[in-house]
């Protein structure tokens, strides 16, 4: 079980480019998530998909951001343009979608917009 | 909705003493609720979860926590701390229908020799 795997690890990038945050699910799982850490705001949903359907987009920040998971295999999310306030700490997990069933996640992407 | 609020941003015990990590949730469906630790530089790894099954629940790492659905706590406790539980330990929530994690906002546990 090679678990769910993130790149880039780190990401440095300047305000207004693009960002593309990159994550491989656990062979299996059919829900997909993408949380965001900072110190003030903590752990954040920002997106979450079932079958590779998105459920619930309401805790992405605002039109810059997307997210996109074309397989069962693969998720993208996008910054663009990137900000300064974007910098955080972004996670991906995945699990099974039944109640109950936990989500595993990956090491993160560290992403610092200058 | 479903909401979790941890007690203290910040614990420090000295090793081989108790730990207690304190967890209220809110749930308006009866929960599923999870503990879960993060190291530095790592991604979240689970530590126990409560489904429904019994109320005591054991984890990894000698931890264990108690649903008790009168007080809404679900707290996490270690009888003897170890420098190696020095880490951030997380409380969440889920709904019973789709897997979306509601996390508190975090304790950080020092362990002092």
């Known amino acids: 079980d090679a678990g769910v795997i993130q790149s880039p690890r780190h990401e440095v990038t300047e305000m207004g480019q693009e960002v593309t945050l990159r994550c491989k699910p656990i062979?299996?799982?059919?829900?997909l998530f993408w949380y965001r850490q900072t110190m003030m705001r903590g752990l954040e949903l920002l997106i979450y998909?079932?079958?590779?359907?998105?459920?619930?987009d309401s805790g992405m920040p605002e039109d810059r951001f997307s997210a996109k998971m074309p397989n069962a295999s693969f998720s993208t999310l996008k910054i663009q343009p990137s900000e300064p306030r974007d910098s955080a700490v972004y996670f991906c997990?995945?699990?099974?979608?039944?109640?109950?069933?936990?989500?595993?996640f990956g090491n993160g992407t560290r992403l610092t917009v200058t | 909705a479903q909401s979790v609020t941890q007690l203290g941003s910040h614990v420090s015990v000295s090793e081989g003493a108790l730990v207690l990590l304190r967890c209220n949730y809110s749930?308006?469906?009866?929960?599923?609720l999870f503990w879960y630790v993060q190291y530095p530089n790592q991604g979240l790894q689970l530590l126990l979860k409560?489904?429904?099954?019994?109320?005591l629940v054991k984890g990894i790492n000698g931890f264990e926590a108690e649903f008790k659905k009168s007080e809404t706590s679900f707290h996490l406790t270690k009888p003897s701390a170890h420098m190696s539980d020095a880490a951030e330990y997380f409380c969440?929530?889920?709904?019973?229908?789709?897997?979306?994690?509601?996390f508190g906002q975090g304790t950080e546990l020092s362990v002092k020799p």
């Open positions: 749930s308006s469906v009866p929960p599923y």
């Open positions: 062979s299996g799982h059919n829900s």
């Open positions: 969440a929530v889920s709904a019973s229908s789709g897997g979306k994690l509601i």
């Open positions: 409560y489904t429904s099954a019994a109320t």
């Open positions: 997990a995945s699990s099974l979608s039944q109640g109950g069933s936990p989500l595993h």
């Open positions: 998909f079932n079958n590779n359907v998105p459920i619930d």
